[in-house]
């Protein structure tokens, strides 16, 4: 029985300049050996089944396609579908945010780097908490100010000194809604 997995692509936006068109996204993961391949929105979220194949192997050999044909090359973020699920089924945002929050979020990184600081953190300019940190999934409560909102994947980055992705909670809703 295959495992619905998730693809966390990092400075993807379909059909703009470096990225590949849903199609092509689609068509290279399934030709990398995914069963089955779905895009979701347009910021890099791709569904996929990967069969009988390991899903970091799919997405490790869907990258000479994608950056031959659309010039994409940047980070890809593995995660089960299930684990989404389960980190919204404890409603780990409950008692997190206050008036000023702008959003809460997902970031996705790979390795297993300690942050360096107890968690919850808030970075120097108040505009980013994250509340919870592990097996690569970094959670965060955002704030605007001005025109500015606070951006946990420059903090994540900044701290493990890896690539990183981000998402709202929102967006990891939907995705678990429709295929959860």
Do not use: C
């Amino acid at each position: 029985m295959s495992t619905t997995f998730v693809v966390f692509y990092r400075n993807m936006n379909l059909g703009h300049p470096n990225s590949p068109g849903r199609a092509l996204l689609e068509d290279a993961l399934r030709e990398a050996g995914a069963s089955s391949a779905r895009s979701f929105q347009t910021n890099g979220t791709v569904v996929i089944e990967a069969g009988d194949a390991a899903p970091r192997e799919v997405v490790r050999r869907a990258a000479p396609r994608l950056l031959a044909v659309s010039g994409y090359d940047d980070a890809a973020f593995v995660r089960p579908l299930d684990r989404l699920a389960a980190i919204l089924d404890r409603d780990p945002f409950a008692g997190a945010g206050d008036e000023r929050t702008y959003r809460e979020t997902f970031t996705f990184f790979d390795g297993g780097q300690e942050f360096g600081a107890p968690i919850p953190w808030t970075n120097d300019r108040g505009d980013v908490d994250i509340i919870e940190i592990a097996d690569g999934v970094a959670l965060s409560v955002i704030r605007r100010t001005g025109t500015r909102a606070g951006s946990p994947t420059a903090e994540v980055e900044a701290r493990l000194e890896v690539p990183a992705t981000t998402r709202t909670a929102g967006t990891i809703r939907r995705l678990v809604k429709a295929f959860g």
